[in-house]
């Protein structure tokens, strides 16, 4: 990237949540900011904080579907023709989907990877042509600490972010000779509008034999997402990461997203899945 002047960023998902909050660092960090969202009427909330923290100038609403190809495209035209550059694009748009296996429609499985996989997959192929042709650009991707480990209730939302954490690894060694660098951050669970929307979709159905199971988890995401983190600290760390001159390649937070990755590796499988079932049912 570029120091000497102020960069361009591409936002995706950004009505509210991680992707608005991150808008306004980045902003605030002296980037220009085209903040994707899928409806522009959704924008308020948006423009209230970005006014609030005194960029509203370096914030731009576009209206963008990730699933739509064409939308995609258009946007991206947009930055090309207005600002001939693009220094980093961070992929955050994205939804969460839950529920028994066994019980979750093949159409909610293939909406969850529309938009989390194949939404930031069309997105990043269009930017790259652009990062490549201005000589570099960074690339942060948004996972999730259920993108290194599988929680019972949550396989569409695991299997997407287990899904982009492959796609980013290939990514980084594929774009380094261009001088593009790849970026993954694994939130833990934070209060952001993201898992209301989950908790929607993970009922519990009387009849179903995995009922006893899915109260628990329910019970425990709720408390888990009530109790976490505040996503300021998300943006921050974004914002950090934009504007060093050498990022790692995997961030996580907080401090019990690393912990709960280490004791994956280190105990063995069977353990660490006792452990999770014994937290649910405690």
């Known amino acids: 990237m570029d120091n000497t002047i102020d960069g ?3 936002v995706t998902g950004c009505s509210s949540g991680f992707g608005l909050l991150i808008s306004v660092e980045l902003a ?27 960029v509203e100038s370096s914030i731009h609403v576009v209206e963008l579907d990730v699933m ?18 693009l220094d980093l694009l961070v992929n955050n748009a994205g939804s969460a989907y839950g529920g028994m296996i066994e019980e979750v429609p093949l159409s909610v499985w293939r909406q969850q990877f529309e938009v989390n996989f194949m939404g930031m997959v069309s997105v990043t192929q269009a930017v790259l042509p652009l990062m490549r042709e201005g000589n570099g ?23 997407s972010k287990f899904a982009l954490e492959g796609f980013s690894e290939c990514l ?21 509008p993201i898992w209301g929307k989950s908790f929607s979709q993970l009922k519990s159905i009387s009849t179903s034999p995995y009922k006893g199971l899915l109260d628990r988890i329910l019970q425990y ?4 997402a009530t109790s ?38 280190v105990l063995p499988t ?12 405690k």
């Open 68 to 85: 739509n190809e064409e939308q995609v495209h258009e946007v991206v035209q947009q930055i090309q023709e207005q600002y001939g550059r």
């Open 172 to 192: 980084a060694m594929e774009v380094k000779q261009f001088g593009i660098d790849v970026v993954l951050v694994e939130p833990g669970a934070y209060g952001t």
């Open 8 to 10: 361009i960023a591409f």
């Open 28 to 54: 605030r960090k002296g980037f220009t900011v085209l903040s994707g969202m899928r409806r522009l009427e959704d924008k308020d909330s948006l423009i209230r904080a970005a006014c609030m923290a005194g």
């Open 137 to 159: 650009g960074r690339i942060i991707q948004m996972s999730s600490i259920s993108g290194g480990v599988g929680f019972p209730g949550f396989g569409p939302y695991a299997s």
């Open 221 to 224: 995401s709720q408390r888990s």
């Open 228 to 265: 976490g983190g505040d996503p300021m600290d998300v943006a921050l760390l974004i914002a950090k990461i934009a504007t060093i001159p050498s990022p790692g390649f995997r961030y996580r937070i907080p401090k019990g997203t690393t912990l709960t990755m280490v004791a994956k590796y």
């Open 270 to 281: 069977r353990w660490f899945q006792r452990i999770i079932l014994y937290y649910l049912y």
